[in-house]
């Protein structure tokens, strides 16, 4: 994550009193560093000159139009007291503890800082070092804590999958306006996730607790085998492969653009689904083999609406989303 240094908190500021009391309420006059760490979202990081402690607070902007969109930020907090309840406040299996909120500054979230590296930096080095000793290992670490995650959140209903469609009717909606899709692709993707939704095995599917962005920035490894989830403000009931999928799709796309081999990914894909299957039963790599090509496809549609990516990777991305789409038809 990068960092841009803004300098030391102000005393006045109406912030400088709300950490003094929430976290350092034993340290004498406190001075606060403040570090910057998102181009596009008002996350900071607060640095407490002696004791060195660090914490994070996210914020809304007070005059955000969109209510929904400060309501979903707002949530993190409450999902992790919700998610920490079921007995992820110890290591190995940890999400980041939340510190509190303060809705008349625009503070969504204060939270402990995580020191350690995230799954990008051991995907990194697989691409570009062969290290892929580390990152199989993380992705072990990760597919332990997944399992553990959502095996203590399941219960008896099946997936809701309206939620699902709409967005990725949204995503295919926002591609098409950036005239990534034309009106003949469009309507194929329509059909495919249509064809898809209307499996029986999809409609069957069990509901958990999904971290709803399980991107390879929102989970660090601390220790050996320590893994601690952030950032779950889309935390919500969905289908377990919402997750997997999603962490196939980023693995695939990191291999994809850093590299350019669609199969460099392959093994790694496969190692962290074998590893995530280990723990629920011997039918389990079946059942989550014949639903992950619907959910990596969506992941792979969701990253190619990123501008920043270069114009004709995102349309390689569209073509691998749906390729997977259609043999995974195939293959069930």
């Given amino acids: 994550m990068a960092k841009n240094y803004l300098g030391k908190l102000d005393f006045y500021d109406p912030l400088y009193s709300f950490l003094r009391e929430e976290v350092y309420s034993t340290v004498k006059e406190p001075t606060f560093h403040v570090d910057h760490l998102s181009a596009n979202h008002l996350v900071y990081k607060y640095t407490e000159e002696k ?10 902007r007070l005059s955000e139009p969109r209510r929904e969109k400060v309501e979903r ?77 959502h095996e203590k959140t399941h219960n008896d209903r099946s997936v809701d999958l309206e ?20 009106r003949e692709d469009y309507s194929d993707l329509l059909r495919l996730m249509n064809k898809w939704l209307s499996l029986p095995f999809m409609q069957e599917a069990k ?16 220790h050996d085998n320590e893994v601690v989830a952030i950032d779950l403000e889309r935390m919500r009931m969905s289908d377990r492969l919402y997750d997997i999928g999603m962490v196939c799709g980023e693995i695939k796309h990191s291999f994809l653009w850093r590299r350019g081999d669609p199969y460099a990914s392959e ?37 190619a609406r990123n501008n920043w990516l270069d114009w004709d990777y995102r349309k390689r991305l569209i073509w691998e989303a749906r390729q997977c789409l259609y043999w995974g038809l195939k293959l069930r």
């Fill in 207 to 222: 509901e958990v607790i999904v971290h709803g962005d399980a991107t390879p920035t929102n989970f660090i490894f601390t």
């Fill in 73 to 149: 930020i707002m949530a993190e907090y409450d999902n992790l007291l919700k998610i920490r309840s079921y007995g992820f406040i110890h290591y190995p299996n940890y999400v980041v503890k939340p510190i509190g909120r303060e809705e008349q500054i625009g503070l969504a979230l204060l939270e402990e800082y995580i020191r350690g590296k995230d799954l990008d930096y051991y995907l990194r080095k697989a691409i570009f070092n062969n290290d892929t000793d580390a990152l199989k290992a993380k992705l072990k670490d990760l597919a332990s804590f997944l399992a553990v995650f």
């Fill in 267 to 303: 093994s790694f894909i496969r190692y962290f689904l074998k590893n995530y299957s280990d723990y629920l039963g011997d039918k389990a790599f079946y059942e989550i083999t014949r639903r992950n090509p619907f959910y990596m496809a969506l992941t792979e549609l969701r990253i």
């Fill in 163 to 182: 939620p699902i469609s709409g967005y990725f009717g949204r995503i295919i909606n926002k591609l098409k306006s950036q005239m990534l899709l034309s």
């Fill in 51 to 60: 004791t060195r402690i660090a914490v994070i607070g996210k914020f809304y």
